[in-house]
């Protein structure tokens, strides 16, 4: 019998597996054909453009003639601001006199007298045309160049500047982000008016082409994480890219924790005070919300409240929010070990009151943990999804019939609703962590339940281990907590006045166990070429 | 241990992990801890009680110093390697063995410490509850950390040190009131030997001396391999082993002035039982608490002798490109390989009351460990000074050898 061979063994599973996956998904892949290059003629640019588009009725092309030169003006239907075309691009070319000796020469009017839109591009390619095409630029093609003229006439309607729905605030600006990227980038580009600040377009998605922006301060960032987030975007393997949370994963280090390492944020306001932080931010055309990163675990229980209020009551909002995030995942699953397991534990007269309350109850304290918090989850869930007015219904249905017909029917003791009650409104306290909370108390209510306090106890251990795993950039988590860094107790546990926190610039790279590279930026051009790790 | 970075999409870079010295520290610090407060008081038989265990807790500082001297002098000719690797340096193929050696010592610590405490649940607080159940969840969470890595892990004891600081102070605070000096004093008469006896098997157990010579490369200030310079380490060995003389003469003067007397006698688990006499305001009792708070201690010994013991598994199974197929893919999945060692031996001693109590008297007499920390580091830096003296006398001979030629 021949020993065998482990190497050999993985071979085989990962070929299975690969064959597997052609078998059930596609790989995304381009679009672009292999000759992408525009042609000197102009009809076989049409051809070519109509074929590649598949005759798409949003494709919208008028023949024109400039100083007896044949062109088409193409855009996409409802892309384009209709009154700046005919104002700014129309007109000029209408009131072009005397005949152009070569398609050249028009080109270089183009090029160098024209000023018919601030934001003019030439393209070379059809995979370039269709970029500009889609993204709202009109494009002029003429007989006999190569080369086509892009003019950024964008008018396509979108949802005016709001209040962020997901980050209220009591003072401060009431500006959010909207969906289109170049109105998000001059929201922030009023807030900062460095020239430091860099703006860095690119595209993500082989199909879809969405555009993200880079965002960051030349002088604050590691060069070597620019380079690095950069390489990850470059290589993402999506189609399609709708949303900032698509990018996500492929930026974590752990992308199968409970937490990230990336935060999102709705505010520019916020995303200015972490980009001047040294921090990287990625906006993605067609959402409000932009990433962060790295992000620290503790900035989950920041809001932009803390720094306008005075520094004693955000100190003890943030307390207030630490407790809320503890009680959430631990409350439920700590009653059911403690009156499952450590009877011993309550207090006498406490102990009383649990006791006759679970006693007419007919499920075990463990299950009816479970079925309450499920019943909530499922109403939460439906009042989310329903109109407003409905979702109201839902609402009271719910507090109805958990909170009364349950509790009379003997279904349900009373200290359990009161529980589920209590880890309701607190579940809501830490926004950004809502996501992880519900899926975590459940589990502490199994680890409690089943192995009382040391099970709850082993959860939180795997849970804080998992916590201190993740990192994005080499910069940890859970800093500067752990490793811990005085910087903790000045806005982490509590929050600092501003005569005191303002003497100290926080710097995402200083905090402690941070490995990002040291290396700035320093206003150069960027090469592309990053610099090792060096270990912090 | 090293991580891959993966830079620019094609080329890699290998980084090594470091933590601080202060997250060390509280590692190691809390480590030992739970070696202290889960040891159960049989076979302590011939020990000084009252408040001279307390003062044998300080002495046994000097011991942990002997014990502690050899590897440091080995570490600190061998800059930037850890204990396995200098040891594999030194003694070549029988290094390896060596190694191997260490690494089922580890992986035995690892199944021992997950065992003990499956005993002492089982024996003091979920009497109704199956055998090794707790031993094989517990291990896999210390699997699960020891996978995480070293950082990992390394973060996480703050948190532990944090909750460990509050309970200790919530428990003198809480059994203050039933304190008396007087029961300090009530065993003053003992020999001179039974002390030194005390003081050394106090220090016997000290596995975590073990680890930091293996963990000192991945401490940040520590030199990098090729130098000269001294392995930064004695601060940080003073640091840890100073806190936990304190912690644990202080942890022995409050048993004996709350339970009375010795601290081994009349009490299978002298610290548990001091824990149930704490009262809190919020809770009846706290000794629950105070056992969740010794998982979390346990938690980390386990990590932390789980991930030392992959450390020296990658010195005796080193990548072989190719060559060796079999050490290729022990040297790649050293953690899991680790972990079902552990498995077995937590399985095997959970479930042989006689094997565990064999082990740990074996290891409770401190013999292994002077094999480890003195014997080895001796043999090592004779065979490197016997190398030197060789590898002088070459140089010495050749010029001679070239002048006859």
């Known amino acids: 019998m021949g020993r065998r061979n482990p190497i050999g063994l993985k071979k085989q599973v990962e070929q299975k597996l690969a064959q597997y996956r052609r078998q059930s998904y596609f790989s995304p892949g381009s679009d672009v054909p292999q000759d992408d290059r525009l042609k000197i003629s102009l009809l076989d640019n049409m051809i070519s453009l109509r074929q590649q588009f ?18 088409q003006l193409l855009a996409c239907e409802g892309m384009v ?17 005397g005949q152009m000796s070569s398609p050249m020469e028009l080109l270089d009017w183009f090029r160098g007298q024209a000023i018919l839109a601030l934001d003019q591009k030439e393209v070379y390619t059809y995979s370039q045309t269709f970029q500009f095409l889609m993204s709202g630029f009109a494009v002029i093609l003429v007989e006999g160049l190569d080369t086509g003229i892009c003019f950024g006439l964008q008018g396509f309607n979108f949802r005016s500047i709001s209040e962020p729905s997901a980050e209220v605030n009591v003072r401060g600006s009431r500006e959010g982000f909207v969906e289109p990227l170049r109105i998000n980038m001059t929201m922030i580009r009023r807030r900062i008016k460095s020239p430091k600040l860099k703006f860095e377009l690119m595209t993500a998605g082989s199909q879809s082409r969405t555009d993200i922006c880079l965002v960051y301060m030349t002088d604050r960032v590691s060069e070597d994480f620019v380079n690095q987030t950069r390489l990850r975007l470059q290589q993402l393997p999506m189609d399609v890219v709708l949303e900032s949370s698509y990018l996500q994963p492929f930026l974590e280090k752990q992308p199968y924790s409970f937490f990230s390492g990336v935060g999102t944020t709705e505010r520019p306001d916020t995303l200015c005070a972490k980009v001047a932080e040294g921090r990287l931010a990625i906006l993605v055309d067609g959402t409000p919300f932009a990433l962060i990163l790295p992000y620290l675990f503790h900035e989950n229980f920041q809001t932009i409240d803390d720094y306008t209020h005075r520094p004693v009551y955000a100190a003890f909002a943030r307390l207030l929010k630490y407790l809320s995030f503890y009680l959430t995942i631990l409350l439920p699953g700590l009653y059911v070990a403690v009156a499952v397991h450590h009877l011993e534990l309550l207090p006498h007269a406490l102990l009383r009151r649990v006791m006759s309350a679970e006693a007419s109850t007919p499920f075990p ?18 009042g989310l999804r329903l109109p407003r007015p409905v ?8 507090a109805l019939v958990i909170g009364d017909a349950a509790v009379s029917a003997g279904l349900i003791g009373s200290p359990m609703v009161l529980i589920v009650a209590l880890t309701a409104i607190t579940s809501f306290v830490v926004p950004s962590l809502y996501d992880s909370v519900t899926v975590l108390k459940f589990l502490f209510i199994l680890a409690g339940g089943f192995f009382g306090l040391f099970g709850v106890t082993l959860g939180m251990s795997a849970l804080l281990l998992n916590l201190c795993s993740v990192s994005v950039g080499g910069v940890p988590a859970t800093s500067p907590a752990t490793p811990f860094n ?13 005569r005191f926190l303002g003497k100290y610039v926080f710097h995402i790279e200083d905090v402690p166990g941070s490995q990002m590279g040291d290396k700035r930026l320093h206003g150069q051009e960027d090469t592309g070429e990053g610099d090792q790790v060096s270990n912090g | ?27 190691l610090f809390l480590s030992r801890m739970f070696s202290l407060l889960i040891a ?30 050899p590897g440091w002098l080995l570490m600190k000719r061998h800059p930037g390697q850890n204990f396995a690797e200098a040891v594999t340096g030194c003694l070549g193929k029988l290094g390896k063995l060596i190694s191997l050696l260490l690494w089922a010592l580890l992986v035995l610590l690892a199944g021992m410490s997950a065992a003990e405490f499956d005993r002492f649940l089982v024996s003091a607080v979920y009497e109704q509850a199956p055998k090794m159940l707790f031993a094989l969840l517990f291990l896999a969470a210390a699997v699960y950390g020891a996978w995480l890595g070293l950082e990992a892990f390394g973060r996480y004891a703050y ?25 300090l004093f009530a065993q003053t008469s003992a020999s001179v030997s039974s002390f030194w006896r005390t003081a050394w098997e106090m220090a016997a157990g000290d596995a975590e001396i073990l680890c930091f010579l293996l963990l000192l490369p991945n401490l940040r200030g520590s030199a990098p391999s090729g130098t000269g310079s001294a392995p930064v380490g004695k601060r940080l060995f003073f640091t840890w082993n100073g806190l936990y003389t304190l912690a644990a003469s202080g942890f022995i003067l409050l048993t004996v002035g709350v339970l009375g007397g010795s601290p081994s006698m009349g009490h299978s688990y002298p610290f548990y039982t001091l824990a149930c006499a704490a009262e809190g305001q919020l809770f009846a009792r706290t000794d629950a608490v105070h056992m969740s708070m010794w998982g979390v201690l346990g938690l980390l010994r386990c990590c932390l002798l789980l991930y030392c013991g992959a450390v020296c598994l990658r010195c005796t199974a080193t990548v072989s490109s190719g060559k060796n197929p079999f050490m290729d893919w022990v040297a790649s999945h050293r953690t899991a390989v680790t972990a079902i060692a552990a498995f077995a031996a937590a399985v095997f001693l959970a479930g042989s009351p006689q094997g565990l109590n064999a082990f740990r008297a074996a290891w409770g007499d401190g013999i292994p460990l002077i094999l480890v920390l003195a014997v080895l580091p001796a043999a090592a830096l004779a065979s490197g000074a016997l190398a030197s003296v060789k590898s002088v006398k070459k140089k010495k001979e050749k010029p001679g050898h070239e002048q006859n030629l």
């Open chain 1, 54 to 71: 598949s005759n798409s009725s949003d494709l919208l092309n008028r023949e024109i003639t400039v100083c007896g030169l044949k062109a």
């Open chain 1, 81 to 97: 601001s209709l009154q700046s075309l005919s104002e700014l691009l129309a007109e000029p070319l209408n009131g072009l006199e």
């Open chain 1, 365 to 382: 304290l463990m299950f009816e943990a479970l079925i309450i918090q499920l019943i909530y989850e499922l109403m939460r869930e439906a």
């Open chain 1, 391 to 398: 979702g109201h219904a839902i609402g009271i249905v719910g």
């Open chain 1, 486 to 498: 005085p910087y903790a107790l000045r806005d982490m546990f509590l929050r600092a006045g501003w």
């Open chain 2, 1 to 27: 241990m090293a991580r891959k970075i993966r830079e620019r999409g094609t080329r890699y870079q290998m980084v090594k992990t470091r933590i601080s010295g202060a997250q060390a520290a509280s590692l």
């Open chain 2, 40 to 69: 159960p008081s049989g076979g302590r038989e011939g020990r000084v009680g009252g408040g001279l265990a307390a003062l044998a807790a300080l002495c046994s500082f000097l011991f942990q110093l002997a014990l502690f001297f």
């Open chain 2, 159 to 183: 948190f532990g040190l944090t909750i460990f600081l509050v309970l200790a102070v919530s428990l003198c605070f809480s059994l203050a009131g039933d304190f008396q000096a007087g029961e």
